[in-house]
């Protein structure tokens, strides 16, 4: 299994700030994903990130909204930028990790976000 | 596309009694389907997952969920429930087959009573 922590747990920001989340997981993974949860929604997939390649991003999401890095094999973030109150939701991190003989997708205990 | 479909917004059932949570899919091929449970203020966890083999799987914390193909639905179900089930379930899917990642459902919220 993989043990996933984001930092921060919580924030609350003004709006056309910019806030970046950190993901971090306690073992090397080649997939990583970002996902949004909007108040009383489902899950949303932002973008992949891969190490050593640019993020694909879904539809709906670009990179100058959402720019992600991810430096190697156990961290990625991703920035939320220009704020508004429609980006207040909970963002997660996830990561595929081998486990059982299968490719499994663990996540994070998420970022909530709150725009001002 | 894939989807997902988890048609009750919320479940009640009394502790002891039996629950079950809907869900139905779409994708293309074969599917590779989900359980997640998240708990007030916290990220999500897995409970189960069928890959391939027997229908019926079996995942934490007593929980089942039966493969129907023909219905194309994969219904979590657990004999007797309790209070601390009460929870927010997603089901998900993906193919089993080629670069697919996962689609969620909605979401069903478990709500269970002394």
């Known amino acids: 299994s993989a043990v996933i922590s984001q930092k921060p747990s919580r924030d609350i920001c003004q709006r056309g700030t910019s806030l970046t989340i950190q993901c971090q997981v306690d073992?090397?993974?080649?997939?990583m994903f970002w996902y949004r949860q909007q108040p009383g929604q489902s899950l949303t997939l932002i973008a992949t990130?891969?190490?050593?390649?640019?993020?694909?991003?879904e539809s709906g999401f670009v990179i100058d909204k959402f720019p992600i890095s991810r430096p190697n094999l156990t961290f990625s973030t991703l920035t939320v930028s220009n704020m508004s109150p429609e980006d207040s939701s909970i963002y997660l991190c996830?990561?595929?990790?081998?486990?059982?003989?299968?490719?499994?997708?663990?996540f994070g205990p998420g970022t909530r976000l709150t725009v001002l | 596309a894939q989807s997902v479909a988890q048609p009750e917004d919320q479940v009640n059932v009394a502790e002891g009694n039996p629950l079950t949570v809907k869900c139905t899919y779409s994708?293309?091929?074969?599917?590779?389907l989900f359980w997640y449970v998240q708990y007030p203020n916290r990220g999500l966890q897995f409970l189960l997952k069928?890959?391939?083999?027997?229908?019926l799987v079996k995942g934490s914390y007593g929980f089942e969920a039966e493969f129907n193909k023909s219905q194309t639905s994969f219904h979590l179900k657990k004999p007797s429930a309790l209070v601390s089930d009460s929870a927010l379930y997603f089901c998900?899917?993906?193919?089993?087959?080629?670069?697919?990642?996962?689609?969620f459902g909605k979401g069903t919220m478990l709500l269970v009573s002394p």
């Open positions: 990130a891969n190490q050593g390649s640019e993020a694909t991003y």
């Open positions: 073992s090397q993974v080649t997939m």
């Open positions: 998900a899917v993906r193919a089993n087959s080629g670069y697919s990642t996962l689609t």
């Open positions: 994708v293309s091929g074969n599917p590779y």
């Open positions: 069928y890959i391939t083999g027997d229908n």
């Open positions: 996830s990561v595929e990790a081998s486990w059982g003989g299968y490719n499994e997708q663990f």
